[in-house]
Nanobody
């Protein structure tokens, strides 16, 4: 089992930045690719981006590419989501997730955090 706990969400204004953290425990963190997802009210949970086990490879959804950056610190068992130039449409609950697979698809993820709310006002 892998336990994931997100933190860092909050209320910000459009154009602001925010960094989310996801702390992992339970199994060897570096064995897992990590992903970030988000879910807005009334919408499906959508893929935001993922990072490889070593942190050397990242991939992002088009909607956040160039604005969001995922990084990880395997010594601290933590993955981060740096969000810049936030827009009102980025408002959602943000979830981190872990997978032993590559992590390019939501269905590949086995473990999920409880989520943290991000609200961007216009």
């Amino acid at each position: 089992q892998v336990q994931l706990v997100e933190s860092g969400g909050g209320l910000v204004q459009a154009g602001d930045s925010l960094r989310l953290s996801c702390a992992a425990s339970g199994r060897t963190f570096s064995n897992y690719a990590m992903g970030w997802f988000r879910q807005a009210p009334g919408k499906e949970r959508e893929f935001v981006g993922r990072i490889s086990r070593s942190g050397s490879v990242t991939y992002y959804a088009d909607s956040v590419k160039g604005r969001f950056t995922i990084s990880r610190d395997n010594a601290k068992n933590t993955v981060y989501l740096q969000m810049n130039t936030l827009k009102p449409e980025d408002t959602a609950v943000y979830y981190c997730a872990a997978t032993i697979k590559l992590g390019y698809s939501r269905n590949e993820y086995d473990y999920w955090g409880q989520g943290t709310q991000v609200t961007v006002s216009s």
